[in-house]
């Protein structure tokens, strides 16, 4: 595999993740991803963000850098915008393969790289508005970009050819293959990564949708014709696609528009909360809503999260268990509050055994998640008319507030 020319003496480089693992240890990846870096040639080189030795990354990497003529041995400078391990676990290797080049970060980002990795020496500290001059009619331009999603993060800008190197920020998952530009990618394809960088900002960037918003105002005036992420595909010809992304993805918890939808959320122990359930989504279809359905614990919350956060509506199905919450159902709430999942409409109904209890944890739960509740329904064992009745009658209730 060659290094990909974006213009010339700019090029990416990236490795396809294939594995089992999970990305931060929690979010399946069973499209895969890419860590993606980028070599800036002037007079110097600089390689822009790294990688962890993770499924042959690293041999991707070597492979790509003597592609162009140049290796890990042979950089001038290191510039990191973010320190998460997935970006930055090979420097003590590249420290021991190559001890001259210079590491630029920001100084909470030069604290990590001592701290984390304990490389004390050939440090540098950048802030917004200070630059690295390449020669040769390169340098690179810092701007710090806080808690996008770390508190150290960066961006760095190449004025000259308009590339805006954003790590995680306008991320996505999905392995690329031998391709990398969006011009190379159908609309088929194009959907599927699409689905991807929602759920990617849903698992890791929805907690700092604020931050994002600051951050897309603070670079708004740049020149910027190309957007070159750490994960997913480099934007070369419509950037402003993805820009639009993240301006609606940033918007879905902090007081924007929510899509005109239902995603339905259920985990039934012996079918008696399902058949309650089935009654809402008569409801729902009634009212000519769209929705989604996930049943937990069977679909991993990553995919659930995804659905969730752009939907205005939300149906969650649980019976009681052991006078509380299906753990499931518990889990995903876990997730809805990391996550910030604010302005949602929401239908809560489940079965119970010898006795309640889900509806009273439920509602200590969500009593600062900001949610406009549907009247919650429960019923003992299996559903009867009236209470079928009365589940239908909630699904409209719920399709005509997302309607509103």
């Known amino acids: 595999m060659t290094a990909h020319e974006i213009c010339p003496g700019v090029h990416a480089i990236h490795a396809d993740i294939k594995t089992s693992a999970r990305f931060e240890g929690i979010w399946p990846i069973p499209y895969g991803v890419t860590l993606n870096s980028y070599v800036v040639k002037g007079e110097k080189t600089a390689l822009i963000d790294l990688a962890k030795d993770w499924a042959g990354s690293i041999s991707q990497f070597d492979e790509q850098l003597h592609s162009i003529g140049t290796s890990f041995e042979t950089i001038d400078y290191l510039v990191l915008n973010h320190l998460e391990p997935d970006h930055t676990a090979f420097i003590v290797e590249l420290r021991k393969r190559n001890p001259k080049a210079q590491i630029i970060s920001t100084p909470k980002g030069v604290a990590l790289v001592r701290n984390f990795f304990k490389i004390t020496e050939n440090l540098r500290e950048v802030k917004t508005g200070d630059t690295l001059d390449l020669g040769a009619g390169k340098a690179l331009e810092f701007f710090e970009t806080p808690n996008i999603h770390w508190p150290e993060t960066m961006m760095s800008f190449d004025r000259t050819d308009g590339i805006l190197f954003s ?3 306008f991320g996505s998952y999905g392995a690329l293959g031998d391709r990398v530009f969006d011009d190379e990618f159908s609309a088929e394809e194009h959907a599927f990564y699409e689905k991807e960088s929602l759920r990617y900002y849903a698992n890791i960037v929805a907690s700092f949708s604020t931050f994002v918003t600051k951050a897309l105002e603070k670079l708004g005036s740049l020149p910027v014709k190309v957007i070159a992420p750490s994960h997913g595909i480099v934007w070369r010809k419509n950037p402003t696609e993805i820009v639009g992304r993240y301006v609606q993805y940033a918007r879905y918890n902090s007081g924007g528009a929510l899509e005109p939808e239902i995603c339905v959320i259920w985990g039934s122990m012996y079918g008696y909360t399902k058949a309650g359930l089935d009654a809402v989504i008569e409801g729902i279809k009634e009212e000519g809503v769209a929705y989604t359905m996930h049943q937990v614990p069977d679909t991993d919350a990553s995919f659930v999260l995804a659905d969730a956060y752009k939907a205005a509506g939300l149906v969650l199905a ?65 559903p009867a008319k009236g209470d079928l009745d009365l589940l239908r009658e909630r699904g409209r209730d719920l399709a005509r507030l997302v309607k509103a």
């Open 167 to 169: 790590c995680d920020a």
């Open 318 to 382: 649980m019976p009681t268990y052991e006078y509380k919450m299906f753990p499931p159902m518990a889990h995903i709430l876990d997730l809805f509050e990391r996550k910030h999942f604010t302005g949602k409409k929401v239908l809560r109904l489940g079965s119970w055994g010898w006795v309640g209890g889900a509806k009273k944890e439920y509602e200590e739960r969500i009593a600062n998640f900001k949610w406009t509740s549907v009247e919650s329904v429960e019923w003992q064992g299996l």
